[in-house]
């Protein structure tokens, strides 16, 4: 059967609305509700679709229903198909005033302090209107952030793998961290302090930073000093400069975080030098997905930004992969 006969002239974005709200919700009745109609004409809507297709699409159970190997392939391209309509709709709305626009981001909390604020800073000096929805998140689920639409592009440290190739990734530099202390700390406005003299030392940690490869596993590696005991682990930035300014603790903060964000002269860093991140700060998106001009900007401003940090010499020896990703 034709595709005009068989797909074209029957399926339509509505059928595919009401899938999307029955797998999200896993319930025929909660979907139902969701969308303001009764439930028989969800489960009449579900069974046109899979008569059509061909293809049991959701499992039932008492429980509820969950898509099949078939249901999800359709939930990726149904989420890729609205996705794309809403690009337009913004895309439209951008070119009829190029004053208003949005733009979904996602980052860690520290790179949101640093650099992502100085490109945000940037445009919205030139454009007011334009409003950001910020989603800080772990690097564990950025690539969910992109794959489920929720973010149109992340700011992180990817750990390439095949798992990506889906995603295009920019690479713009090598992070360093900086061993930063408070005003409490019997180490503040040291001259001369070694990495050995900080081993029993109450330190806040990021549990990334002291993992196999991870910046502080690979200095105390090096010096061969066992891995201090952290007494906090935390990724919040704000948690360990509150504690920072309150106790004797010390810390790690990234380069581009600590030149970039606002400048905390009670805090010191200690003259140690640590290795650089072994993964490269990056800008992903995701493959053959349309970027809004407010998307494009925005990546641009990142790039802008981040020569603040490679042009003072923080980059790594190896010059990072700035090609530009496939259109």
């Known amino acids: 059967m034709q595709w005009e006969d068989r797909i074209g002239r029957r399926l339509k974005p509505r059928d595919l609305h009401v899938f999307l709200a029955v797998v999200e919700t896993g319930n025929m009745a909660k979907a139902a509700d969701r969308l303001a109609i009764s439930r028989p004409v969800v489960s009449k809507t579900i069974a046109d679709l899979e008569h059509v297709l061909g293809v049991r699409l959701l499992d039932r159970s008492a429980k509820g229903v969950e898509p099949t190997l078939y249901g999800r392939a359709l939930l990726r391209r149904s989420l890729s198909v609205f996705d794309e309509l809403k690009q337009s709709v913004r895309e439209i709305e951008h070119l009829s005033n190029p004053s208003a626009g949005e733009i979904r981001i996602g980052c860690t909390e520290t790179i949101s302090a640093g650099l992502v604020a100085v ?7 030139r454009h007011p209107r334009w409003v950001f929805h910020m989603q800080l998140a772990n690097a564990a689920v950025h ?4 794959r489920s639409r929720t973010c149109e592009v992340v700011v992180g440290r990817p750990e390439l793998s095949d798992q990506m190739q889906d995603v295009d990734t920019e690479r713009l ?7 930063v202390v408070g005003p ?27 993992e196999p490869g991870g910046p502080a596993f690979e200095a105390f590696r090096a010096a061969r000093l066992r891995l201090p005991r952290a007494t906090i682990f935390s990724d919040s930035l704000n948690l360990r400069y509150n504690l920072l300014e309150t106790g004797p603790f010390i810390t790690m903060i990234p380069e581009s975080t600590w030149r970039l964000g606002p400048k905390r002269t009670s ?7 640590m290795p650089r991140w072994n993964q490269t700060t ?5 493959k053959g997905r349309t970027l809004s001009p407010m998307t494009e900007a925005f990546i641009g401003a990142v790039r802008d930004a981040s020569r603040a940090i490679t042009d003072s010499g923080a980059k790594h020896r190896d010059e990072p992969d700035r090609t530009r990703r496939a259109s």
């Not at 490109?119 to 000096?125: E, G, I, M, P, T």
């Not at 690539?143 to 992109?146: F, N, R």
């Not at 302090?193 to 030392?201: C, P, Q, R």
């Not at 805090?267 to 030098?273: A, G, S, T």
């Open 282 to 286: 990056s800008i992903s998106v995701l």
């Open 267 to 273: 805090l010191k860093v200690l003259p140690i030098d």
């Open 173 to 179: 530099f090598y992070e360093k961290l900086l061993l």
């Open 184 to 210: 409490h700390s019997k180490w503040h406005g040291r001259r001369k302090v070694a990495l050995s003299d900080l081993v029993d030392e109450p330190w806040i940690q990021a549990r990334l930073e002291a």
């Open 143 to 146: 690539l969910e952030l992109l």
């Open 119 to 125: 490109a945000v800073d940037q445009l919205v000096r």
